[in-house]
């Protein structure tokens, strides 16, 4: 949480973010059109599809808020009223839909406040889910699972490639590939990892590419039991790939070696999986033994 008295973007330098008409008064003095005030709870209305499904334990801060109000505004946009079209809103406003702020939203209604500092945004259904999903995953504490799904509304809902979704999230593509990847787990079997307390996305990748969901929840269990790392995970999901009794498969062994000056590469590649000295020595030798005999020839 925010302490009293930290600028935050688009607000006012030196600005304690306190429950009371103060706060509101300076924001409103300082832009043309106010830009946040105190907002009845009634009228905020939670986001059926923000990113976070779980909010964690309030007490803590339902005691600040109790103590102090509340330090950080949230952020809303208004909610049409009735009869207004082509995305334009006719009179004052129904409601605010919450973007995000969930958590103070939640611990001021279980302190019994009536009010809360918002800040009003006037951006549509697609910009404000962009907005909660950035918001919280620079918190960094949001599930893998809620990651995933927040990726999948960003592109079921409002036709976001992956490549848009990597550009306004700040990730790789790869990596949101990989995320939504996730979502091949089943709704049970996710519940089931967050109880057992697993959150590694790569690991959960492993388990994802089992396909069969007999199979994820075999692991899951496992990795819950015996608590395997990822490579534990991809180990075990080859060894059941395999015949009974036999090894698992080695790589070649490869020797590489680069020209100091660059001018040329050499690679070779052994059957076997190691290689001694003594071989590697042995094997160029046979190698420029062929070369000399070509060149006589």
């Given at each position: 949480?925010?302490?009293?008295?930290?600028?935050?973007?688009?607000?006012?330098?030196?600005?304690?973010?306190?429950?009371?008409?103060?706060?509101?008064?300076?924001?409103?003095?300082?832009?043309?059109?106010?830009?946040?005030?105190?907002?009845?709870?009634?009228?905020?209305?939670?986001?059926?599809?923000?990113?976070?499904?779980?909010?964690?334990?309030?007490?803590?801060?339902?005691?600040?808020?109790?103590?102090?109000?509340?330090?950080?505004?949230?952020?809303?946009?208004?909610?049409?009223?009735?009869?207004?079209?082509?995305?334009?809103?006719?009179?004052?406003?129904?409601?605010?839909?919450?973007?995000?702020?969930?958590?103070?939203?939640?611990?001021?209604?279980?302190?019994?406040?009536?009010?809360?500092?918002?800040?009003?945004?006037?951006?549509?259904?697609?910009?404000?889910l962009e907005i909660a999903l950035i918001e919280n995953l620079q918190r960094r504490d949001l599930s893998p699972f809620e990651e995933a799904?927040?990726?999948?509304?960003?592109?079921?809902?409002?036709?976001y490639t992956q490549e848009r979704i990597a550009k306004v999230v700040g990730r790789s593509r790869s990596l949101v590939a990989e995320t939504?990847?996730?979502?091949?787990?089943?709704?049970?079997?996710?519940?089931?990892?967050?109880?057992?307390?697993?959150?590694?996305?790569s690991l959960l990748l492993e388990v994802a590419k089992l396909g069969s969901p007999a199979r994820m929840k075999a692991m899951l269990d496992?990795?819950?039991?015996?608590?395997?790392?990822?490579?534990?995970?991809?180990?075990?999901?080859?060894?059941?790939?395999?015949?009974?009794?036999?090894?698992?498969?080695?790589?070649?062994?490869?020797?590489?070696?680069?020209?100091?000056?660059?001018?040329?590469?050499?690679?070779?590649?052994?059957?076997?999986?190691?290689?001694?000295?003594?071989?590697?020595?042995?094997?160029?030798?046979?190698?420029?033994?062929?070369?000399?005999?070509?060149?006589?020839?």
């Open positions: 949480m925010s302490e009293p008295g930290t600028a935050k973007r688009g607000l006012p330098v030196r600005v304690k973010m306190r429950h009371s008409a103060h706060f509101v008064d300076e924001l409103t003095t300082r832009h043309e059109t106010p830009v946040g005030r105190l907002l009845p709870l009634s009228a905020v209305q939670p986001d059926p599809n923000q990113p976070r499904s779980d909010v964690g334990d309030l007490s803590d801060l339902v005691a600040s808020i109790r103590d102090k109000g509340v330090l950080e505004p949230i952020l809303v946009r208004p909610l049409p009223s009735a009869g207004s079209g082509n995305g334009e809103r006719k009179g004052s406003p129904v409601g605010f839909r919450l973007i995000a702020g969930e958590r103070r939203y939640r611990a001021a209604l279980e302190a019994g406040l009536f009010e809360i500092p918002a800040i009003e945004l006037d951006v549509s259904e697609e910009e404000a799904e927040g990726y999948r509304a960003l592109g079921e809902l409002h036709g939504l990847a996730l979502l091949q787990i089943p709704a049970d079997l996710r519940t089931a990892a967050a109880d057992l307390g697993i959150r590694s996305p496992k990795v819950g039991r015996e608590g395997l790392t990822r490579d534990d995970v991809r180990e075990s999901s080859r060894s059941e790939g395999r015949a009974p009794g036999t090894s698992p498969r080695r790589k070649p062994f490869v020797f590489k070696f680069r020209a100091p000056d660059k001018r040329y590469a050499l690679q070779l590649s052994f059957r076997q999986s190691t290689v001694d000295r003594g071989d590697l020595i042995q094997a160029l030798e046979q190698i420029l033994e062929d070369l000399r005999k070509a060149k006589e020839e």
